[in-house]
């Protein structure tokens, strides 16, 4: 079955800051690679996608994420945080001809003032 | 645009009760999801519809879930009898499925606010 792997549970960092956070996945064929925000008490919001096309997408708020097809993975990079970011950040894969997410377990990000 | 809408926002029951969560998805969207967030499980998928029609339910935990969706504009998430386990976030998600030259598999989830709910 379908996996995905955040390998970052739980990151600090200070404001200003670059961030990666990882994010890999197990189905060998076609998919379509999303991160989701959770800002505190919130719903999931789309930061940014992958459907085909130039492996490096941008997202909203200076997000951007690089799908890396040898390696399984689509990791999530800002140059330069906020201490808006607090949130927690889902990776999620869709496999070709399936229609349901899978999630990772996510990365509750803390940006410190 | 209105985004996926849900109700109640928090639902705090007792045990054995019957729950009924409501969720509207996005106009023009003829796909919805129904999902629930744990702890212990992270983010999980129930039953999705297509076209008003479930296609899979195998993630539904057991028979005391049920979920319908009447029309294009309301589903509606039930549990009963209600127990402790099932306190959980649920979130309903929608979107519109395409079918694009070239791009036969492109489709983007949109959440709700989610129902916070507490079986005591």
């Known amino acids: 079955a379908q996996s995905v792997s955040q390998h970052n549970h739980h990151v600090i960092l200070s404001e200003a800051a670059s961030l990666e956070l990882g994010c890999n996945y197990s189905?060998?064929?076609?998919?379509?690679l999303f991160w989701y925000v959770q800002y505190p008490g919130q719903h999931l919001q789309l930061l940014l996608k992958y459907f085909s096309g130039d492996p490096l997408v941008k997202g909203i708020k200076g997000f951007e994420a690089e799908f890396i097809k040898s390696k399984f993975s689509f990791n999530l990079r800002k140059p330069s945080v906020q201490w808006s970011d607090t949130a927690e950040y889902f990776c999620a894969v869709k496999e070709t001809g399936r229609r349901a997410l899978t999630f990772g377990s996510g990365t509750r990000l803390q940006v410190q003032p | 645009d209105a985004g996926v809408i849900q109700s109640p926002r928090h639902e705090v029951t007792e045990m054995g009760q019957e729950v009924t969560l409501r969720c509207k998805p996005i106009s023009g969207h003829n796909s919805l999801f129904w999902y629930r967030q744990t702890m212990m499980r992270g983010l999980e998928l129930l039953i999705y519809f297509n076209n008003n029609v479930p296609i899979d339910d195998s993630g539904m935990p057991e028979d005391r879930f049920s979920a319908k969706m009447p029309n294009a504009s309301f589903s509606t998430l039930k549990i009963q009898p209600s127990e402790p386990r099932d306190s959980a976030v649920y979130f309903c998600a929608s979107s519109r499925r395409t079918f694009l030259p070239g791009r036969p598999n492109e489709e983007t989830q949109y959440f709700g606010p989610g129902t916070r709910l507490l079986v005591l």
């Open positions: 189905y060998g064929g076609t998919v379509n």
